[in-house]
């Protein structure tokens, strides 16, 4: 009978998801702008980390292919398109797609992945294009050009020769909703919004009003888009952010562009995210989520990081309700690599979008935990050091009396009922997810 009630308490784990976003939900409703969109943290694939600018609507499409045919099944559904899909500006100013890279246009791609059961997502920056700005195009549906809602100053935080609208001026607002009717009507359904301001970048740019209007304008399109920025997000607006996308980057790029092998490395690009998630756990819920950035898990050694640091990073974003969207080359998947990637226990935690806290960060040995929502607890053992430790998680730190059953999620095997703690010696880098049920005499 006991391993029985304890089998039944963790198969719920694997339902946890829906029920908790649910209970979630109920406290999300006070913020202005929850919307049915990202309920729970996003699941896809981006393209800038395996192909950068070079790729086509073919190679989109292979990568498409083999998420519904290996990963949709599994929640994964996004199929985005960063950097490197647009070369002109239309004639009302807006960015247009390469024709090269994309002959039969971006409406017919979406098109493609709507009818294999995914969604699509494209890559965008505020302000207007230096491109629109020298030709002084007009602005749809209005008397207006560019040269009548500009001001000074740079429109986004990579760009100085982009312009900064000035949304006191008419025709401002009218140019953003041109633009989100036009992705609207091409079928997109996730807009990546990068270099927003105040953030990460290489110039100084607000952009808090831009977001606003995207907000207001997505709304008015009557498409759900979700809405997500990039990247290094300022938390002094993270209530601007939470209120007005669905999601943001708490910090710069994953990938690590120079002395690497790989997509990225360990103790440059990953190790950053342990310092920073806590500080914006409490700004998670459900139709706003903090980004850890892409997951570099795919590849096998291609990825840049060992085995164990590939199953610490999946904790940590799943522990953290973060998006989920790949960056490696999915026409390349490596087996093991997969079985992280479709772990369904662990998609469970991240699915449940309950974002965790460390109880400690005095030490590299650490135990970051959430409550499940049903009395329950969800707890990552990480070993940040470079050499084997123990890592213990004390059930009175966790907030836990008396005896609690252990389940391994990675492993999907109960282990059995500890009486106050649980100690793990872990490798370098190396982690554990549990999860605990108390048992109640």
């Not at 007009?138 to 609208?165: C, F, Q, W």
């Not at 953003?176 to 079928?187: D, F």
């Not at 998630?277 to 096998?300: C, M, Q, R, V």
Request: charged share 20%; with cysteine; aromatic share 8%.
């Amino acid at each position: 009978m006991k391993r029985s009630r304890i089998g039944v308490l963790a198969a719920a784990v694997a339902v946890l998801a829906g029920a908790l976003a649910g209970t979630a939900a109920a406290d999300s409703q006070s913020i202005e702008s929850w919307t049915p969109v990202a309920r729970t943290p996003p699941m896809g694939w981006s393209s800038w980390s395996a192909l950068r600018r070079k790729f086509t609507e073919e190679t989109i499409k292979a990568q498409a292919d083999v998420m519904h045919d290996r990963l949709a099944a599994y929640g994964y559904r996004y199929i985005n398109i960063d950097a490197g899909w647009n070369d002109h500006v239309d004639e009302f100013g807006r960015v247009a797609p390469d024709p090269k890279k994309f002959p039969n246009g971006i409406a017919s791609l979406a098109r493609y992945l709507h009818q294999h059961g995914l969604k699509f997502g494209i890559y965008l920056v505020p302000g207007v294009p230096a491109q629109a700005v020298a030709a002084d195009s007009p602005i749809e549906g209005t008397p207006y050009r560019v040269h009548d809602i500009v001001m000074a100053g740079a429109g986004n935080t990579a760009d100085d020769k982009s312009a900064k609208l000035d949304f006191s001026k008419p025709g401002a607002a009218a140019y953003v909703r041109s633009q989100a009717r036009q992705l609207a009507s091409w079928g997109v359904d996730y807009i990546k919004m990068d270099f927003v301001g105040p953030g990460g970048g290489k110039i100084p740019a607000d952009n808090r009003e831009d977001i606003r209007q995207w907000h207001a304008a997505i709304q008015a399109t009557g498409r759900p888009i979700h809405l997500e920025l990039s990247n290094s997000l300022s938390i002094a607006e993270a209530t601007t952010w939470q209120r007005y996308s669905n999601g943001w980057r708490i910090e710069g790029d994953i990938e690590c562009y120079s002395h690497c092998v790989g997509l990225t490395n360990w103790d440059v690009r990953v190790k950053l995210r342990f310092a920073d998630a806590p500080k914006w756990t409490g700004f998670a819920g459900p139709g706003h989520w903090n980004d850890l950035d892409s997951i570099e898990i795919g590849n096998g050694d291609a990825n840049g990081i060992t085995p164990d640091e590939r199953q610490s990073v999946m904790t940590l974003w799943a522990i953290e309700a973060s998006p989920l969207l790949l960056g490696t080359d999915l026409t390349k998947l490596d087996p093991d690599d997969l079985k992280l990637l479709t772990n369904r226990e662990v998609l469970a935690v991240d699915q449940a979008g309950r974002a965790a806290r460390p109880v400690s960060q005095a030490t590299q040995q650490q135990v970051w935990f959430s409550s499940d929502g049903r009395g329950g607890v969800t707890v990552a053992l990480f070993n940040l050091g470079s050499t084997e430790a123990p890592v213990t998680a004390s059930w009175q730190d966790l907030g836990l009396r008396g005896p609690a059953a252990v389940r391994d999620l990675w492993t999907h095997r109960n282990l059995g009922v500890s009486r106050d703690s649980f100690t793990a010696t872990l490798a370098p880098h190396a982690s554990r997810l549990l999860h605990l049920v108390p048992r109640h005499h």
